[in-house]
């Protein structure tokens, strides 16, 4: 059975704290409630185990315990909605008969491994409270599919008034934010620098400081990434911690469809 969620009593804190995925639920579920259409929450049980469905935009994230079934109403659910992106309990996505329009990519998550001796220097180039305008500038030169302006002000300026979320510029050519911080762990994502910064270093000093600024606040970070950036991750001396799968959809044009195919799939 799959139920919207309109009251936060509905849901299993605990179960959603054990993942990375589950913890990108409560963030959405504290910047924004259950009020509005544009971001949806479910609960799902088949009488042996239960989850939670979330969908914003064109990703659905699912989070579920390890009894719950990839069964024919998921199935419907995603035929009906066609996100995406679909991210989340890899039991599930491993066994959910999808749509053709949807291939598997790999995605490897990192744990963000600070330095002994943080080089200081980068903290005075970092700005910590950067205009959002500046910030999405940076975002679109290296994510060219990125949603308007409007649409990613009006989420990104809620979700850091809401204390969940968080964003740096590194000389003004670099950016990269706190996705969510819940519970002191923290998923770092949207990381770019311009084009004409590029080559320098920049987005490797900066990693790395925000690497020993979150561990310094007592808190472990995160970050995910496609097969196209395991390799830069894995020179900055960051942590693999576990791959997983995605799923998202090949009929339409965004920069990621071709980024982590899987080698079998090419």
Known sequence: MIKLIEHERDFDRQLLLKTLSGRKILAYLKAYGTGYDFCRFYKVTDGNGKG????????LIICADENLK???EIELFVNMNLP???EGTQHILENIRMPDVYQKLNRTIFELVPDEMPEKSVAEHVDMNPNLKDVYNILSEGFPNISEFSLWYTDTSHRCRFGISRTFTYRNSTTASAVYDIEDVVLVGQVATTTTARGQGYARDFLKWLAGFFSSLGKKSYLMALDIRVSFYREIGFKEVEKEIVLERIDVKKESVTKGKLDNEQ
Do not use: D, P, V
């Open 52 to 59: 939670f469905m979330f969908i914003l935009n064109s990703t």
């Open 70 to 72: 990839a069964g024919e």
């Open 84 to 86: 995406f992106r679909i």
